[in-house]
C-alpha cells in the first residue's frame, strides 16, 4: 500500500520535486504577503550594511514562502564578525511603534513594528563561523538531533540576500545547496525513531505515564515532542531539510512524495484527542503509518 501510495504521488510530484530539491521553489515569488514588507526590509539592510563589523543581512522565514499570510513578521539574519554594539541597533529600530532590543532567549536578536507598515520585525544575530558549523554537523558529520535536525540548513539554503559584503553569504548558500547525504538520513531516523515508542524512556510511555499521574501538561509536553521527532523523520525519509516548527503539515504536503499513510487525519486526531485517554491509542495509530512509510523506503 506504501509502495502504491508512492508510485501515485509520484507521478503527480515529479516534475515539481525536481524543481524543489535544494532550489527555492517555495518562494512563490520575490516577496509575499505585503507589498510594503519590501521596502521596510531593505531600508533595513541598508542601515545593517553601513556597520563593519555586518558580513551579509538575508531576509527568510514565512515572508519567503507560499504559506506568508497577512501576520507574518520580516524575519532577518545579520551574519557579522563581531558584536553589533545595542546602541547602533537601538538607532536602526528608532522610531518604531514597539521595539525590543537585546533579546537574548533564543538567538540574539531584535524585535520591533515597523511604523510605517505595521509589520512585525525580527532580526537576529549570527556570526559566520557558527553557522557555517550548523552546516558542517549536519552536511559533513552527519549529526543528526532529536528533533528538527536540518532547520540551520533549509533557513540558509531558503535565504535571500539582501546584504552581501564580500560574497561570504553566497557561498555559504552554494555549499547548502548540495545534495541530501544518505548518512544523514539513515542518522535522523536512528536518533528519532527509537524514542517514539521503542525504549524505556519513550515518548508513548512518558505519555503512559503522565495519564496515570492525571498530569495532563506533561501530556502535551510529551505529544510536542513526539510529533518534533516524528516530522524530523518524514524530512529526512524524503531528503528535505527541515523548514522549521510553523505549518509543518501543509509542508509536509508539498515537499515530501512519501508520506505516513494517513497522515494529516491521524496527526489531527491525536491532536484533537490532548490529553484524554485515547491518546496512546491515537498515537500508536499515527505511529503505525509512519513505521509503513519507513519500511516502503527501507528505513527498517
Known sequence: MVKRRFENRSAMLATTQRSLYFSTTLMTSK????????????????????????????L?????????????????????SGIVPTSLRAEIARGARRSEIGNSFWEP???????????????MFRTPPWIEDQLDRVLQRHEASVGYSTCFWYN???????????GWFKALQERAGQPYPERLKRAIVAKNHPILRNTMSSYLHQIE?????????????R?????????????????????????????ARTLCAMLPTEMEERVGALLSALPSGR?????????????ELLRGAGFV
Open 109 to 123: 536578536g531584535d524585535e520591533w513594528i515597523d511604523v510605517e507598515t505595521g509589520t512585525g520585525v525580527d532580526v
Open 279 to 291: 491518546v496512546p491509542e491515537l498515537a500508536n495509530t499515527m505511529l503505525n503509518g509512519l513505521d
Open 156 to 166: 540558509v539554503r531558503n535565504s535571500q540576500a539582501l546584504f552581501d559584503r564580500a
Open 223 to 251: 505529544t510536542a515532542a513526539m510529533l518534533a521527532s516524528y516530522f524530523d523523520i518524514v524530512f529526512a525519509v524524503n531528503g528535505q531539510p527541515h523548514p522549521g516548527e510553523k505549518r509543518l503539515v501543509q509542508f
Open 60 to 80: 527568510a522565514g514565512s515572508r519567503l514562502s507560499q504559506f506568508a499570510d497577512d501576520q507574518s513578521d520580516v524575519d532577518l539574519y545579520v551574519y557579522a
Open 209 to 221: 505515564l503522565a495519564l496515570a499521574r492525571h498530569d495532563p501538561i506533561s501530556v502535551n509536553h
Open 31 to 58: 516577496w509575499n504577503a505585503s507589498s510594503a514588507a519590501p521596502a521596510a526590509a531593505d531600508g533595513i539592510a541598508s542601515r545593517f550594511s553601513a556597520i563593519p563589523e555586518v558580513e551579509a543581512v538575508v
